[in-house]
């Protein structure tokens, strides 16, 4: 036995933590192997929302975030990553563990991964300050993305205006519409977006239509701080990295108490996201998320935790094919 590789238990830890990584509808589109001190992560493409995510980037932004994750929490447990990004091409990351004592800053942004939820509700109108926009801008660079604030009128407006242009769009899709009622709305699923997780959108929110939303706005106007996270290109691995920069840049947020959700719907849609590079962005780079940051409203109670798959069915032994089924027994003779 390697004496450098991490137990079973100890990599079981580490990716029960990363689960918890934020996925386009709480998909979890996530499937990892490991044995001996290599990890590996692959995408579940039968968990690709054929409708919403024709081309994948959701997918891979939501592989990219659990990534991410999975890099914090096993550096918390003692163990460096060194990560070799799509070697081949059924593998998104290979993953070598190194003993490594945890950094303060590794526990910091470990303990807020129980904590960080997508919080749709409304914010505060109170601003950032400029120490925490330094902060989250370069928690997204450190990761080869960029995150810009949208704080202008006109280009706030524009982003607005693509949020509500896609979700009418959508709402016009039947096909869209099934496919998001089969992920929404739920109750005792352990994947999909749960009905007390979502808000009811209104005319002017960034908000997708989840199915049965239960919860209700209570500030009339919205002041999160509005930012597209963009990458220098629209590769593949672009699409990895940007999500493993909006995971770097929610767990800050959520490390600085600040609220935060993802936001892909106005990107989903060729012509919306046009809008976004073109009047938003405004420079050479292709948004790949918007991100809501902010303040809750003073005494607001926080949101229940969405539920993730079993572990079981997520992580099997290197070596191991074919989803779904069981990690096969060793046979004893008697
Ligand atoms: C790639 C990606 C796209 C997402 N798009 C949206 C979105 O358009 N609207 C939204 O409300 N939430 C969006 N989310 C947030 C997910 O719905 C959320 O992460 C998931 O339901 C799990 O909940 P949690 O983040 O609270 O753990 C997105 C997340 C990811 C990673």
Redesign the pocket.
């Known amino acids: 036995m390697d004496q450098n590789a991490p137990d079973a238990y100890t990599v079981r830890a580490a990716i029960a933590l990363a689960v ?7 998909s979890q589109p996530w499937d990892w192997r490991f044995s001996g001190r290599t990890v590996e992560l692959r995408a579940d493409t039968d968990r690709r929302l054929r409708q919403a995510d024709p081309e994948g ?2 997918l891979l ?2 592989c990219g ?1 659990v990534l991410h994750h999975f890099t914090i929490a096993a550096a918390a447990l003692g163990w460096a990553t060194h990560i070799d990004r799509m070697p081949e091409s059924a593998v998104l990351a290979r993953i070598e563990l190194v003993p490594r004592d945890p950094r303060e800053e590794d526990i910091a942004l470990a303990t807020a991964i129980p904590r ?5 509700r409304r914010y505060a109108t109170r601003p950032l300050t400029a120490w925490e926009e330094n902060r989250l801008a370069r928690s997204a660079t450190d990761h080869r993305a960029m995150l810009r604030f949208v704080d202008d009128a006109p280009r706030r407006a524009a982003l607005t205006a693509a949020a509500v242009e896609a979700r009418g769009l959508h709402r016009a899709d039947p096909d869209y519409g099934i496919e998001l009622a089969s992920w929404s709305g739920r109750r005792y699923a352990t994947d ?2 749960p009905a007390r ?2 808000v009811l959108t209104t005319a002017a929110s ?3 239509d ?1 199915s049965d939303a239960v919860l209700t706005d209570t500030e009339a106007q919205d002041g999160a701080a509005l930012t597209v996270l963009s990458t220098a290109d629209d590769t593949p691995l672009d699409r990895l990295r940007a ?1 493993e920069a ?1 995971s770097a840049v929610v767990l800050t947020a959520t490390r600085l108490n600040l609220a935060s ?5 106005p990107l ?1 849609l060729t012509c919306t996201r046009g809008l976004i590079r073109d009047c938003v962005v405004a420079e050479r780079a292709e948004p790949q ?2 991100v809501r940051i902010g303040h809750l409203p003073d005494g607001t109670p926080p ?1 229940p ?2 539920p993730r798959r079993p572990i079981a069915e997520v992580l099997r032994p290197l070596g191991h094919y074919g989803i779904g089924l069981p990690i096969p027994v060793q046979q004893h003779e008697s």
């Open positions: 918890r990584a934020p996925s386009v509808h709480n980037r959701d932004i939501s975030c960080r939820r997508s919080d749709r999909g977006v997780n979502a960034l908000g997708r989840f999500g909006a959700c993802l936001v892909t719907e989903e998320l918007v949101l935790a969405t």
